[in-house]
T-cell receptor, first 111, second 113 residues
Framework: EDQVTQSPEALRLQEGESSSLNCSYTVSGLRGLFWYRQDPGKGPEFLFTLYSAGEEKEKERLKATLTKKESFLHITAPKPEDSATYLCAGFKEGGSEKLVFGKGTKLTVNP | ETGVTQTPRHLVMGMTNKKSLKCEQHLGHNAMYWYKQSAKKPLELMFVYNFKEQTENNSVPSRFSPECPNSSHLFLHLHTLQPEDSALYLC????????????FGQGTRLTVV
């Protein structure tokens, strides 16, 4: 069964304390992987798409990387406004259009 | 603004009511989706439309009925729901089924009483 697992479930950081979120996947025929940010009561906001192992994407304090089995979202010197739930989702080549989502990592950055 | 607008933002309905959720996208996309988000669970895909044609129904109960009159609008008609259907319902769109980066609306928080 295709699966995406995110860890940790929740993460508390102090402002400026860098860390990484993990997304491991067992999706056969994975075509690519998305990262989203979701604030409470809102829809997910698209961040990155990664297609191949070794690929990296950056946006402000966030950097996403992809290997053959997992993806990382690195957060450098986070600020309180980075607090949110971060979701990753895999999608497959052909066949079902279904995105396989993880449950997310809830990040809290304390000032 | 994400370019995908959902109404209403909040909805409380009884189990015997009929209501509809509306989604409109202003991004020129051709694919639209309905997702269900429940607490402590991953996002669940419900329906996929591509160029107004339904391409996927992810084993959704018939009390949920989608409608896609054109590539910009998507509806989810609800009737005789159960309390366990209470959730955040999210609409999303993408350029097509190849360019899959999905852009989400703010969601409708549905409570079934």
């Amino acid at each position: 069964e295709d699966q995406v697992t995110q860890s940790p479930e929740a993460l508390r950081l102090q402002e400026g304390e860098s860390s990484s979120l993990n997304c491991s996947y067992t999706v056969s025929g994975l075509r690519g992987l998305f990262w989203y940010r979701q604030d409470p009561g809102k829809g997910p906001e698209f961040l990155f798409t990664l297609y191949s192992a070794g690929e990296e994407k950056e946006k402000e304090r966030l950097k996403a990387t992809l290997t053959k089995k997992e993806s990382f979202l690195h957060i450098t010197a986070p600020k309180p406004e980075d607090s949110a739930t971060y979701l990753c989702a895999g999608f497959k080549e052909g066949g079902s259009e279904k995105l396989v989502f993880g449950k997310g990592t809830k990040l809290t950055v304390n000032p | 603004e994400t370019g995908v607008t959902q109404t209403p933002r909040h909805l409380v309905m009884g189990m015997t009511n009929k209501k509809s959720l509306k989604c409109e996208q202003h991004l020129g996309h051709n694919a639209m989706y309905w997702y269900k988000q429940s607490a402590k669970k991953p996002l669940e895909l419900m329906f996929v439309y591509n160029f107004k044609e339904q391409t996927e129904n992810n084993s959704v109960p018939s009390r949920f009925s989608p409608e896609c009159p054109n590539s910009s609008h998507l509806f989810l008609h609800l009737h005789t729901l159960q309390p366990e259907d209470s959730a955040l319902y999210l609409c999303a769109s993408s350029q097509d089924l190849v360019r899959r980066e999905a852009f989400f609306g703010q969601g409708t928080r549905l409570t079934v009483v």
